[in-house]
């Protein structure tokens, strides 16, 4: 399975972006799917998860209320809504395909080359 993310940028606090993630998987709606982010100095931390199917979602504290995962099966891409960003938020945001419901990120088998997120305050 190979990931490809895009959609980061910068942008100013109180603002929103969209990421994508599209895979090339046979069968796509097979794999749970995360998003993670690493911070400049910091180790990578889970984001958000999304089931196979779509229905079951799941965030990290520090985004819930304020991300939205979601996934078109159809299209073999995985999204990241994210609004009113703040600085905290600032990193590099990288997609992960794998098969258990985790938030895990050693449980990810696979692994987008991430994305550039830039908030300025």
């Known amino acids: 399975v190979q990931l490809q993310a895009s959609g980061g940028g910068l942008v100013q606090a109180g603002g929103s972006l969209r990421l994508s993630c599209a895979a090339s998987?046979?069968?796509?709606?097979?794999?749970?799917m995360g998003w993670f982010r690493q911070a400049p100095g910091k180790e990578r931390e889970f984001v958000a998860v999304?089931?196979?199917?779509?229905?079951?979602?799941f965030y990290a504290d520090s985004v819930k209320g304020r991300f939205t995962i979601s996934r078109d099966n159809a299209k073999n891409t995985v999204y990241l809504q994210m609004n009113s960003l703040n600085a905290e938020d600032t990193a590099v945001y990288y997609c992960?395909?794998?098969?258990?419901?985790?938030?895990?990120?050693?449980?990810?088998?696979?692994w987008g080359q991430g994305t550039l997120v830039t908030v300025s305050s």
């Open positions: 992960a395909a794998g098969v258990r419901w985790t938030k895990g990120n050693d449980e990810y088998a696979y």
């Open positions: 998987a046979r069968t796509f709606s097979n794999y749970v």
């Open positions: 999304i089931s196979g199917s779509g229905v079951v979602t």
